[in-house]
């Protein structure tokens, strides 16, 4: 159901109950104030008729019934009689079927001959034995009070769908720019990822507006990383792949057995070499998706021998030596959640640079530290400009092994993000010192 069927729907529902609900209110308020109006007359009614009865009534017949008054009088609604020590002196021709009560004063209600009365005793103060009750039929007060509410409230109750309808119009009306927005959107092509103009836009779609724009804004950041993601893919295939078809022609064109194990030596080395690099954009590319598993508490012991075992054709051919330094004591070394074969490939491209940019037959140190780990190496460092462009994808520095992809600082640095992590590079005089730590709050 659309939001503008649900508002619609709302009102139709909610209006009439509203209606009727005041009309409950009027109905109780106006019958208060009638009945207010009338026991208030009838009071000052039976004080007129003690005040002006006489000492001595002879008579306990019933006063005839004047003459028609014409008009819209009705006299058979009002009625009055009196009474000394229980013997009716007098009353109209109504007020003979009015009741004694014993030792009643104040209002009474009742019903006589199956047609409700309120009733009004008053004693005559100075002749204690002398009762005076006045009645009235309550079907007038619910006449009039229904009168009072037919004329305020019909109209209403005639103009209460066009009181809908007018609702429904100023409804769709408000929702037009909802569904102007709607419309930019679908119209919009897929490549068009420019922020969405806020002319005319109401306050209260500027919320979203800013969200979808925002949302935008990412998209397109992410659709450029994965172009230039793409073009400098291609552009660095586009080297192994030449060098491997150089080689397998000069192996098929080598007569001599020395120059054809050449060839099939720089064969191999150049699949190492696009096998390494398609590896290391594979891994790129799961660390921009983000961890995928959910986080558990990372066993840095189990992480750093599975690091040293994949990294050990590196170092055994680079004959180097890599130590491992952990907290003292038995301390754990630095807390971390998250996703454990990431955080493995985050410490496997720092070990592995290390290892190839570092000497031949130098020592690499891992030290595992309660709130940090670092890493140093041996080899030439990095200067101030090398170290401002560091983590830019598929960029290696001057004099950098032609085996490496430029990938694995990249890849260190993304997964290093996803954890709450960061990368800080500084000179270990000799080499390079890289300190992971947790980003501050």
């Known amino acids: 159901m659309t939001l503008q069927r649900r508002l619609l729907l709302s009102i139709a529902l909610a209006a009439p109950l509203v209606w009727f609900g005041f009309a409950g209110i009027a109905w109780w308020r106006a019958h208060h104030e009638i009945d207010e109006f009338y026991d208030t007359g009838m009071v000052r009614f039976a004080r007129q008729v003690v005040a002006l009865l006489p000492e001595e009534i002879a008579t306990a017949a019933p006063m005839p019934r004047p003459?028609?008054?014409?008009?819209?009088?009705?006299?058979?609604?009002?009625?009055?009689?009196?009474?000394d020590g229980g013997r009716r002196l007098l009353s109209d021709a109504e007020g003979a079927a009015l009741p004694w009560r014993e030792g009643v004063e104040g209002f009474v209600d009742t019903t006589l001959d199956g047609r409700r009365w309120r009733l009004f005793y008053l004693r005559d103060p100075n002749r204690p034995s002398r009762v005076v009750a006045v009645g009235q039929d309550a079907r007038e007060r619910d006449e009039l009070a229904e009168g009072l509410i037919a004329a305020q409230l019909l109209p209403w109750l005639a103009s209460l769908p066009l009181l809908i309808v007018a609702l429904g119009f100023a409804v769709r009306r408000a929702l037009w720019p909802l569904r102007r927005l709607t419309r930019d959107v679908e119209h919009r092509d897929a490549a068009d990822l420019k922020p969405i103009g806020s002319a005319g836009v109401p306050d209260d779609l500027a919320p979203l507006l800013s969200a979808i724009n925002q949302l935008l804004a990412r998209l397109d950041q992410a659709l450029r990383q994965e172009r230039r993601f793409t073009a400098d893919a291609a552009h660095e295939l586009?080297?192994?792949?030449?060098?491997?078809?150089a080689q397998w022609d000069a192996a098929c064109l080598a007569e001599d057995p020395g120059q054809r194990r050449v060839a099939q030596n720089g064969l191999g080395a150049g699949i190492d070499r696009l096998g390494h690099l398609v590896s290391q954009m594979l891994a790129l590319a799961r660390a921009d998706s983000g961890p995928a598993a959910a986080e558990a508490p990372i066993d840095w012991r189990a992480v750093v021998e599975r690091v040293i075992g994949d990294t050990l054709p590196a170092i055994d051919t680079r004959d180097a030596q890599v130590e491992v330094v952990w907290p003292p004591g038995g301390v754990a070394p630095m807390p971390l959640s998250g996703d454990e074969t990431l955080v493995a490939s985050m410490l496997r491209n720092l070990?592995?640079?290390?290892?190839?940019?570092?000497?031949?037959?130098?020592?690499?140190?891992?030290?595992?530290?309660?709130?940090?780990?670092?890493?140093?190496?041996?080899?030439?460092?990095?200067?101030?400009?090398?170290?401002?462009?560091?983590?830019?994808?598929?960029?290696?520095?001057?004099?950098a092994p032609s085996t490496g992809s430029g990938l694995g600082v990249s890849i260190a640095m993304r997964v290093a993000a996803l954890h709450g992590l960061t990368m800080r590079f500084d000179e270990g005089t000799p080499g390079l010192r890289v300190t992971v730590s947790r980003a501050a709050s």
């Open 67 to 83: 003459g028609e008054p014409g008009g819209a009088a009705e006299l058979d609604s009002m009625s009055v009689a009196v009474w």
């Open 351 to 399: 070990v592995d640079n290390a290892v190839r940019y570092g000497p031949l037959h130098g020592r690499v140190t891992l030290r595992m530290a309660p709130d940090r780990i670092e890493f140093k190496d041996e080899g030439p460092g990095l200067d101030p400009a090398q170290r401002a462009t560091i983590g830019e994808r598929f960029r290696r520095p001057a004099g």
């Open 238 to 245: 586009r080297t192994p792949i030449a060098a491997l078809r």
